[in-house]
């Protein structure tokens, strides 16, 4: 995943720009609305980014297991519903 443009986008969405070996230094801004941010700026919102995908995938986890708990209590599994085309 590429966590500098994600940064970048969540930052600035409507800027258009290119960069290299995703280094901040090597951004070339093609179309931005309002100020540049800072690397410092873009470096919380890489930190910003990797947070939200974290929570994402523990709460897929999470809903995963709720949702096989719940099976259980009806006395299914993933295979009953896979036989089911589920």
């Known amino acids: ?5 994600l940064a ?3 930052l600035c969405p409507t800027a258009e720009f290119s960069f290299s ?8 801004w093609n179309k931005i609305d ?3 941010p800072t690397q410092a700026e873009i470096d919380a ?3 910003a980014v990797k947070a939200e ?6 709460k ?3 809903d995963k297991a709720t949702a096989q708990a719940k099976l259980a209590a009806l006395g299914l ?5 896979k036989a089911l085309g589920l």
């Open 1 to 5: 995943m590429n966590y500098l443009s």
């Open 8 to 10: 970048i986008s969540k």
């Open 21 to 28: 070996n995703d280094d901040y230094s090597t951004i070339v």
């Open 34 to 36: 309002g100020k540049v």
């Open 45 to 47: 919102a890489i930190k």
């Open 53 to 58: 995908e974290a929570a994402a995938e523990s």
């Open 60 to 62: 897929a986890a999470a």
């Open 77 to 81: 599994t993933a295979e009953d519903l």
